[in-house]
Structure formats: structure tokens, C-alpha cells
């Protein structure tokens, strides 16, 4: 059966990761701190919020606990976060985070046509010219 829905593993990566970031951003706990009360390595947790490394049930449960959140909540927000109820969609606020889960399921190939078409647009709609000059009078 074939789905219109684009996610693939690596984007559920990313979005599980960006969640865990900003739940252990929001409780002002480093990633030290989150990742030693877990039981894991920091560059580990680290990978896993950056969506490059899979994530055991284990784990989770560990980091939720770690982070004082009930893994429940982890998943409703990964389950908005991917469009389960369009309207409470919870995308990140962090620019870099959104660019990651909107291209997390494009082939390279793609990637680089959107990264030249952008590149194209930059260049043929530069940005207007101010009409005077900051910090001088106008000239007469």
C-alpha cells in the first residue's frame, strides 16, 4: 500500500532528537547532566538529538526519566511533530532544527537542486538599495 506520507526513519530521527533537545533545554540541564542520569555517554545523547543515531526503548525510557517527563509525552509530541493532528502541529522554533526535518527525507540529489535554486534566488533578487543614505543628509 502506498502512503502519501513522506517520513522515513531518518526524519522520525531528527524529530524524536529535536524533541529531547528542547525538553532538556527547557529544564536548563546539560547535556552532561541529562546524559550521566541516563546511564549514556554524551557524545551518545548527542547523536541521538541530532537524529543520527537510533534509540533503543531503554534508552528513552532512561532519558524521559532523566529529564522528568513521561515517555507518553515524548511520543504525543513526536506524533504532532509529524503531522498526526495538523492543527497542533509542533514544529521547533530553532531555524536549523526546521531546515533538518523538512529535508531529512530528500535523496542528496535533491537537496542540491534546492540548495542551487536557492542560491540562484539570492543572487537574481538582491536586496533593495536604501533610498538615502544612513547617517548623512540628503543630497540636494
Same mark, same amino acid.
Not at 34 to 42: D, R, T, Y
Not at 67 to 96: C, H, N, S, T
Not at 119 to 140: C, D, Q, T, V
Given at each position: ?6 517520513? @522515513?526513519?531518518?526524519?522520525? &530521527? ?10 532538556? =533545554?527547557?529544564? &536548563? &540541564? +546539560?547535556?552532561? =547532566? *541529562? ?6 555517554? #554524551?557524545?551518545?545523547? @548527542?547523536? *541521538?538529538?541530532?537524529?543520527?543515531? =537510533?534509540? @533503543?526503548? =531503554? ?9 522528568? *517527563? &513521561? ?5 504525543? %509530541? ?6 498526526? %493532528? ?5 514544529? #521547533? ?9 523538512? +529535508?531529512? @527525507?530528500? #535523496?542528496?540529489?535533491?537537496?542540491r537542486s534546492v540548495a542551487d535554486f536557492s ?22
Open positions: 500500500m502506498v502512503f502519501a506520507y513522506s517520513e @522515513s526513519a531518518r526524519t522520525i &530521527r531528527a524529530a524524536l532528537g529535536s524533541i529531547l533537545r528542547s525538553r532538556r =533545554e527547557a529544564t &536548563r &540541564r +546539560t547535556l552532561s =547532566e *541529562v546524559a550521566a542520569e541516563a546511564g549514556l555517554s #554524551p557524545a551518545h545523547l @548527542s547523536e *541521538v538529538e541530532r537524529g543520527r543515531k =537510533e534509540v @533503543s526503548t =531503554e534508552r528513552l525510557l532512561a532519558v524521559a526519566h532523566a529529564l522528568g *517527563v &513521561r515517555p507518553a509525552e515524548i511520543y504525543a %509530541d513526536l506524533a504532532r511533530l509529524l503531522g498526526a %493532528d495538523p492543527d497542533q502541529r509542533a514544529w #521547533p522554533e530553532d531555524p536549523p532544527v526546521k531546515l533538518r526535518l523538512a +529535508t531529512a @527525507s530528500l #535523496p542528496l540529489e535533491a537537496l542560491a540562484y534566488l539570492a543572487m537574481a533578487n538582491p536586496p533593495p538599495r536604501p533610498k538615502e543614505r544612513i547617517g548623512f543628509a540628503p543630497r540636494r
